[in-house]
């Protein structure tokens, strides 16, 4: 309601540890990720690296898994300094009576203070179109 947050959820028919190996996956990232696209290792520090399709600007993600939450954190920033400020989570089918072949997945991206909405906007927008992207090229990768 205050614009401090962002949220997009979709059905994947996909069962819910699938989804989850996706999303964890640092190359799949740079597949899905419209601010980090063409994802590459960047040292041995876990951190990732990949180039935004809105403006060029090379950016830095670290990927933090719980893997019995079904919850990922994605640390984004520039090449010394990452935070938790995107996450994933992923709810099992049945948790909402789904069958267990399908799952919810969410993506929710907080607002850092003093983000004007001329920035905001296009972010929200590209959680909305990456939230298919997931969903399309996770059930295509369960389809081979």
Same mark, same amino acid.
């Given at each position: +309601?205050?614009?401090?947050?962002?949220? #997009?959820? =979709?059905? #994947?028919?996909?069962?819910? *540890?699938?989804?989850?190996r996706f999303l964890t996956n640092p190359l799949q990232l740079g597949r899905w990720s419209?601010?980090?696209?063409?994802?590459?290792?960047?040292?041995?520090?876990?951190?990732?690296?990949?180039?935004? =399709?809105?403006?060029?600007?090379?950016?830095w993600v670290r990927i933090e898994a719980d893997s019995a939450r079904h919850i990922v954190?994605?640390?984004?920033? *520039?090449?010394?300094?990452? #935070?938790?400020?995107?996450?994933?989570?992923?709810?099992?089918?049945?948790?909402?009576? =789904?069958? &267990?072949?399908?799952?919810? #997945?969410?993506?929710? &991206? /907080?607002?850092?203070?003093? +983000? *004007?909405?001329?920035? /905001?906007?296009? =972010?929200?927008?590209?959680?909305? &179109?990456? @939230? /298919?992207? @997931?969903?399309?090229?996770?059930?295509?990768?369960?389809?081979?």
């Amino acid at each position: +309601m205050t614009g401090l947050s962002h949220c #997009v959820t =979709l059905r #994947v028919d996909v069962a819910a *540890d699938t989804a989850f190996r996706f999303l964890t996956n640092p190359l799949q990232l740079g597949r899905w990720s419209l601010g980090c696209f063409d994802t590459r290792a960047a040292g041995a520090s876990g951190r990732f690296t990949g180039v935004s =399709l809105y403006d060029g600007a090379r950016g830095w993600v670290r990927i933090e898994a719980d893997s019995a939450r079904h919850i990922v954190d994605f640390h984004v920033g *520039d090449a010394t300094s990452q #935070v938790p400020r995107v996450s994933a989570r992923v709810i099992p089918g049945p948790v909402c009576d =789904l069958p &267990a072949t399908s799952c919810y #997945v969410t993506l929710t &991206a /907080w607002r850092v203070d003093g +983000m *004007d909405q001329a920035r /905001w906007s296009p =972010l929200c927008a590209a959680h909305e &179109a990456e @939230i /298919w992207l @997931i969903k399309t090229q996770i059930e295509a990768a369960a389809d081979r």
